[in-house]
């Protein structure tokens, strides 16, 4: 699989983005998705996950939740970040990374999965 992440830019306080991560070559729902971010000086978090086990769960950070949300679109083969009233805390590389959709988002291994190259969101006023 491929992951190609867009969307990414510079907005204001309280602005929002959208981002989306393609997936190219296969569907959507073959994989367990999740969204990672890396502040400048800052390890990195994982945003958001994504998994199709047992039925279906949506995951956030504490850090993003009520403000982040991640969908699926089968008809785009993307899996979609929208980021609402944005903080200059969110400023990071975001990138979407993928396991195969038997994983749960509690095993999701970064160092198993399938990255996109990023894309920057800078939040600043």
């Known amino acids: 699989v491929q992951l190609q992440a867009s969307g990414g830019g510079s907005v204001q306080p309280g602005g929002s983005l959208r981002l989306s991560c393609a997936v190219l070559?296969?569907?959507?729902?073959?994989?367990?998705i999740a969204w990672f971010r890396q502040a400048p000086g800052k390890g990195r978090e994982r945003v958001s996950c994504?998994?199709?086990?047992?039925?279906?769960?949506?995951y956030y950070a504490d850090s993003v939740k009520g403000r982040f949300t991640l969908s699926r679109d089968n008809a785009r083969h993307t899996v979609d970040l929208q980021m609402n009233d944005l903080k200059p805390e969110d400023t990071a590389v975001y990138s979407c990374?993928?396991?195969?959709?038997?994983?749960?988002?509690?095993?999701?291994?970064?160092?198993?999965?399938?990255w996109g190259r990023g894309t920057l969101v800078t939040v600043s006023s």
């Open positions: 070559k296969f569907n959507v729902d073959d994989y367990t």
């Open positions: 994504d998994t199709l086990v047992g039925g279906g769960s949506t």
């Open positions: 990374a993928a396991v195969p959709r038997y994983y749960h988002c509690s095993e999701f291994s970064a160092d198993r999965a399938t």
